[in-house]
C-alpha cells in the first residue's frame, strides 16, 4: 500500500463504530444502507465499501455531509 496523502488508514470496523457512535444503533444501520452520499457518487455507505471505496475516504464524505452528528466522532 502506497501512503495516502493524508496518512491515515481506517478499518471497515471503525468506520462502522464511528457510524453508530454518531448516529445511535437505531438510525446507523438504515443509515449504512439507504442514505446515498453526494461525495460518493450517490452511493451508500454499503455500496461504497461494496465497490472498493476505502473506510477513510467515506468517512471524510460523512463527516462533509453531516458535521454536526460526527463532529464529536473524528
Known amino acids: 500500500l502506497e501512503p495516502r496523502a493524508h496518512n491515515f488508514y481506517m478499518r471497515i470496523s471503525d468506520?462502522?463504530?464511528?457510524?453508530?457512535?454518531?448516529?445511535?444503533?437505531?438510525?446507523a444501520p438504515s443509515f449504512s444502507a439507504d442514505i446515498a452520499l453526494s461525495e460518493l457518487g450517490?452511493?451508500?455507505?454499503?455500496?461504497?465499501?461494496?465497490?472498493?471505496?476505502?473506510p477513510d475516504e467515506i468517512w471524510r464524505a460523512l463527516c462533509k455531509a453531516h458535521p454536526e452528528q460526527t463532529a464529536p466522532h473524528k
Do not use: D, M, T
Request: glycine letters at 8%.
Open 15 to 27: 468506520l462502522r463504530e464511528r457510524i453508530l457512535l454518531s448516529f445511535g444503533p437505531q438510525w
Open 42 to 54: 450517490s452511493k451508500s455507505v454499503n455500496e461504497a465499501l461494496a465497490a472498493g471505496h476505502e
